[in-house]
C-alpha cells in the first residue's frame, strides 16, 4: 500500500476509492435481493388470511407465511386453492383413513378420539355429508378450528383437499 507525506511530515494514507466500494456494496444487496426473491418465490409464500373459522388460532386479516410444500401431517394448518380463492384449514384427517363427527362434536378418526387443544367449543357445525366418511388416498379431510362457523370439507362443496390443490403448510 502506498503511502503518501503530508506537508508536516506525517505519514498519510490514500483515500480509499468510493467508486468501488460503492459497486461492491451494491453488488451485495443485488445477490441479497435476488436471494429473498428467489426464496419467496420458490420456497416460502405469504399470504393475507381472511376470516374467522380458524379462530383462535389465527385471526383476520393476519399475514401467514407458507413453506411451499404438499407434504403435510395431521394437525398441520394449510392454505389451499378452492374456486380461485385461498382457504385456510386445519388437516384433520389424511387420505386412507375414516373420520366421523359425534352429536357433540366429538371428531374420531378410525375409531379414536382425536384430542383438539385447538378448539375451544366443540360443534358438528354445518355439513351436508354423512359420517363415518373416508378420505380417499392423496386428499386430506381439513376443518377449521372455530367449528360452529367454519366452511371445510364437512361440506361437499369443499370436500376433501387433493394435494396438487395445497399451496403449502403455515409456519
Known amino acids: 500500500m502506498k503511502t503518501f507525506i503530508s506537508t508536516k511530515g506525517k505519514r498519510v494514507l490514500p483515500s480509499p476509492p468510493y ?12 445477490v441479497v ?11 416460502f409464500m405469504v399470504v393475507r388470511y381472511y376470516g374467522d373459522g380458524m379462530e383462535p388460532s ?5 399475514l401467514l407465511v407458507l413453506l411451499k410444500t404438499d407434504k403435510v401431517r395431521s ?3 394449510i392454505a389451499f386453492y378452492y374456486n380461485n380463492k385461498v382457504l385456510v384449514r386445519r388437516v384433520i384427517c389424511e387420505g386412507g383413513h375414516s373420520i366421523s363427527l359425534e352429536e357433540n362434536g366429538t371428531v374420531t378418526i378410525d375409531g379414536t378420539v382425536l384430542s383438539e387443544s385447538y378448539v375451544q367449543t366443540p360443534s358438528v357445525g354445518q355439513h351436508n355429508i354423512s359420517f363415518p366418511y373416508h378420505v380417499p ?20 362443496e369443499i370436500g376433501t383437499v387433493p394435494t396438487d390443490r395445497i399451496l403449502g403448510k403455515v409456519l
Do not use: E, W
Not at 435481493?33 to 420456497?43: H, K
Not at 389465527?58 to 393476519?62: C, E, F, I, V
Not at 388416498?137 to 362457523?149: A, K, L, Q
Open 19 to 30: 467508486g468501488k466500494i460503492a459497486l461492491r456494496l451494491a453488488a451485495v444487496l443485488l
Open 33 to 43: 435481493v435476488l436471494l429473498m426473491v428467489n426464496l419467496f418465490t420458490n420456497v
Open 58 to 62: 389465527l385471526s383476520d386479516r393476519q
Open 75 to 77: 394437525g398441520d394448518i
Open 137 to 156: 388416498y392423496g386428499h386430506y379431510f381439513v376443518m377449521g378450528d372455530n367449528r360452529s362457523i367454519s366452511m371445510d370439507s364437512r361440506l361437499s
